[in-house]
């Protein structure tokens, strides 16, 4: 059974920063792309950074220069690191492959950006 537990969201301030992960369980993980995304509500969940299998990494334009992906084969996790977050970083945010792969999305996780 493949599971994608996401971790690490919370409430800050704008300008502050938080580090997201997601175990993953149940899939071959060193042979995915692995995918972040968020959704806000009324609004379709959009892939904001990716990750190859060789660390080959892909950005939304709205976050290039602010949120880093990275991950751990090891470990089975992927990690993204968001930089001076804003407002409008505010989501829930979920990991999956990418392209997703509808049967694994998890719960995510809330990242609420807030003075």
């Known amino acids: 059974q493949v599971q994608l537990v996401e971790s690490g969201g919370g409430l800050v301030q704008p300008g502050e920063s938080l580090t997201l992960s997601c175990a993953a369980s149940?899939?071959?993980?060193?042979?995915?792309?692995m995918g972040w995304y968020r959704q806000t509500p009324g609004k379709q969940r959009e892939l904001v950074a990716s990750?190859?299998?060789?660390?080959?990494?892909n950005y939304a334009d709205s976050v290039k220069g602010r949120f880093t992906v990275s991950r751990d084969k090891e470990k089975k996790t992927v990690y993204l690191q968001m930089n001076s977050l804003k407002p409008e970083h505010t989501a829930v945010y979920y990991c999956?492959?990418?392209?997703?792969?509808?049967?694994?999305w998890g719960r995510g996780t809330q990242v609420t950006v807030a003075s």
């Open positions: 999956n492959t990418d392209p997703m792969i509808s049967r694994f």
């Open positions: 149940g899939i071959i993980f060193k042979i995915y792309r």
């Open positions: 990750i190859t299998p060789g660390n080959s990494t």
